[in-house]
């Protein structure tokens, strides 16, 4: 399985940015796949920024997004949005879309639960 994340780039306080990860497996079907949305800034931990299940669409965001990034699929073309408005100076930092077997709901903000991951996407916001 591969994920190619890409949309990453410098932008303005308050301004915002489209993330994609599109994921692709030769012969593999996604359905029991959760695919998730992390950032790791310079000297911080990797923190969840929000997921979403294959089928069904269930959705969890950690507590970075405040109601400011939504994101979204798109099964027929395997890929996973990420949109991200009002970008505030705290939000620079290396995003990675990742993807696997996430059973359960409480499980989908762990990096670890997470089988594939993407190269990721850096997103720059200058005051």
């Known amino acids: 399985v591969q994920l190619q994340a890409c949309g990453g780039g410098l932008v303005q306080v308050g301004g915002s940015l489209r993330l994609s990860c599109t994921v692709s497996g030769s012969g593999r079907t996604f359905s029991s796949y959760v695919v998730g949305w992390f950032r790791q800034a310079p000297g911080k931990e990797r923190e969840i920024v929000a997921a979403?299940?294959?089928?069904?669409?269930?959705?969890l965001y950690g507590d970075v997004a405040q109601g400011r990034f939504a994101i979204s699929r798109d099964n027929g073309k395997n890929t996973v949005f990420l949109q991200l408005n009002s970008l505030k100076s705290e939000d620079t930092a290396a995003y990675y879309c990742?993807?696997?077997?996430?059973?359960?709901?409480?499980?989908?903000?762990?990096?670890?639960?997470?089988?594939?991951w993407g190269q990721g996407t850096q997103v720059t916001v200058s005051s």
């Open positions: 979403i299940s294959w089928v069904g669409g269930r959705i």
């Open positions: 990742a993807a696997g077997e996430v059973f359960a709901y409480s499980d989908y903000a762990k990096g670890g639960e997470y089988r594939y």
